[in-house]
């Protein structure tokens, strides 16, 4: 088996075996640590000896016996130890998955979104330490600090290793959801460096969200961000050149979209809108799936993405659908209309300064002859950005407007759209299914 096939291996079995041993022992803190020591042991091992034939079986029994060599070197808990440290080592994990009360332990509400985010790749997500600082460009060392933090925190809360009941459930439910959407965003649209995405981090996002779709495939909105998801990662291969340079929705080729990524996603959406109620991930895949319907960008359905948005903005509010719905209006009614919206958002602290805010409006002055307009905040938009790969785009934009000035000041109705994002979604992230 290949190194890549062994982590993907322990992806799939580490939350199993770690959800076994916080059920079992009750402290989430110290089998984690466990749990990520066996699989750092199995990915040193595993490509030299092989794979056992138990692999579940082997990280549990190497897992327990860290855990139990941890509690011995605690003198606090030489009690609890004597009783742990006699039980017969497990050759293998019983079959109930315990990946959801796993997501929602991570996402517990006295964590910030960061710490949520960072535990949920480590705990259920499987990567190390290390990968994750990587993801999200921080020294490993302040990444194992917030991880710690974290931990430390549900410990302090006394959470216990159950399913909240009732309201709580379906709060906590919508926390995981949103993590689990800003990792996607993050992987799919990456805030600062070099690289347009990482693939990385949009798989583990589209993964993890597999995993609570086959625990609760009756949820409409688990259902929407799945089928949000697989159809915008279907564009993937799509949104950049091989240069990297990033290529805007309306300027693809459709041809290298993810077929089978587009039929599940719209497959997907279709169910979700099945649903007794409406929410913002039915919303936004549907959205989605109007897009993919289009063989061509001119072939868009731009009066329902727009009444999508309305919907949207009317059920969960946030100025970034509102941005996102500027689009879909300026092409329905004009790009007058279209900044006459954006105008809106002018007071809105959130969007103050905000990278897609001024490039949407530099997109709308240029479609509609304003080229000196549409320069200014095409620049202010590449300063506003961390994305390498977006600063880059963005620039050549307002090259490109400085070019035409002063003459052919009415062309642009064919002018390519902002830059193709992840999905619409809460002020802040790199969104917008355009």
């Known amino acids: 088996m290949t190194a890549p096939a062994i982590e993907d291996l322990l992806r799939e079995i580490a939350p199993q075996v770690l959800g076994t041993l916080a059920r079992r022992h009750g402290q989430f803190e110290g089998c984690e640590d466990a749990v990520q020591e066996a699989s750092l042991a199995a990915t040193v091992q595993w490509p030299a000896e092989g794979v056992p034939d138990n692999p579940r079986g082997w ?71 290390a990968e994750i600082a990587r993801a999200f460009l921080v020294p490993e ?49 990456a805030s600062s460096g070099s690289e347009l995405h990482r693939a990385d981090l949009a798989h583990e996002a589209i993964r993890l969200t597999r ?114 719905r500027a689009i879909a209006l300026a092409e329905t009614k004009g790009p007058p209309a279209g900044l006459e919206l954006l105008a809106t958002l002018d007071g809105d602290e959130r969007m103050a300064g905000h990278h897609r805010l001024l490039s949407v409006r530099a997109h709308l002055l240029e479609r509609n002859g304003d080229p000196a307009g549409a320069y200014e905040h095409y620049r202010r938009a590449a300063r506003a950005t961390a994305s390498l790969a977006e600063q880059r785009y963005l620039e050549a934009r307002a090259s490109r407007v400085r070019l035409r000035q002063p003459r052919d000041l009415t062309a642009g109705a064919g002018a390519a759209l902002p830059p193709d994002g992840g999905s619409a979604g809460q002020a802040g992230d790199r969104s917008g299914d355009q």
């Open 211 to 324: 995993m609570v779709h086959a625990q609760l495939p009756e949820d409409s909105e688990v259902t929407g961000l799945l089928a949000l998801m697989l159809l915008t990662h279907s564009r993937r291969q799509a949104r950049a050149t091989a240069a990297g340079d990033l290529v805007p929705l309306d300027e693809q080729d459709r041809a290298r979209w993810d077929r089978g990524m587009v039929d599940e996603g719209t497959e997907l959406a279709a169910a979700s809108l099945a649903g007794p109620a409406l929410g913002p991930y039915q919303l936004q895949a549907a959205i989605a799936a109007t897009h993919a319907d289009a063989a061509t960008a001119a072939e868009t359905n731009w009066p329902q993405v727009h009444a999508l948005y309305l919907i949207l903005e009317r059920i969960a509010p946030n100025p970034m659908v509102t941005l996102n």
């Open 59 to 129: 990280l549990m029994t190497v897992a327990s016996r860290r855990l139990i060599d941890q509690m011995r070197s605690d003198h606090a808990r030489r009690e609890r130890e004597s009783a742990t440290a006699t039980e017969p080592v497990p050759e293998d994990v019983p079959d109930n998955d315990d990946t959801l009360v796993l997501l929602f332990l991570c996402c517990h509400p006295t964590l910030t979104p960061a710490s949520q985010t960072a535990l949920t790749l480590r705990a259920v997500g499987g990567l190390t330490t």
């Open 141 to 189: 060392a302040t990444m194992a600090a917030r991880i710690s933090r974290a931990k430390q925190r549900i410990r302090a809360a006394g959470s216990s290793f159950s399913l909240p009941g009732g309201t709580e459930h379906a709060e906590r439910l919508r926390v995981v959801l949103h993590v689990l959407y800003l990792i996607f965003n993050e992987g799919y649209v």
